[in-house]
């Protein structure tokens, strides 16, 4: 069973900075595009990011552009999302998702084959 894995969440003060991290031992994340969900209490599950396999797209929810920036490392089987200038309406419970294919201009709406467990992020002073 694949499992994806994301390490990196964290209690942050507003205005720092976190990297989080989505790999799957013994899977290879290769072929698939890689999205950043959120999801905060009371609140809808979001898009945040998501890269095509090759790195060469990447797409970002409006409220994180030049904040946020999302990269791949196939070689180290492991994708990173960097979050700098972080605000309190970014805490949330943070998911890698894994979707055969490409991202595509839907990529907010469609299937994932795979997901991880979430990790905190909680930004306050």
């Known amino acids: 069973q694949v499992q994806l894995v994301e390490p990196g969440g964290g209690l942050v003060q507003p205005g720092g900075s976190l990297r989080l991290s989505c790999s799957a031992p013994g899977f290879t994340l290769g072929p698939y595009a890689i999205g950043w969900f959120r999801q905060a209490p009371g609140k809808e599950r979001e898009g945040v990011s998501c890269?095509?396999?090759?790195?060469?797209?990447?797409y970002y929810l409006d409220s994180v552009k030049g904040r946020f920036a999302i990269s791949r490392d196939n070689a180290k089987n492991t994708v990173y999302l960097q979050m700098n200038s972080l605000k309190p309406e970014d805490t949330a419970v943070y998911y890698c998702?894994?979707?055969?294919?490409?991202?595509?201009?839907?990529?907010?709406?469609?299937?994932?084959?795979?997901w991880g467990q979430g990790t905190q992020v909680s930004v306050s002073s």
């Open positions: 998702a894994a979707g055969f294919g490409q991202c595509g201009r839907s990529w907010r709406r469609r299937e994932y084959d795979y």
């Open positions: 890269i095509s396999r090759c790195g060469d797209f990447k």
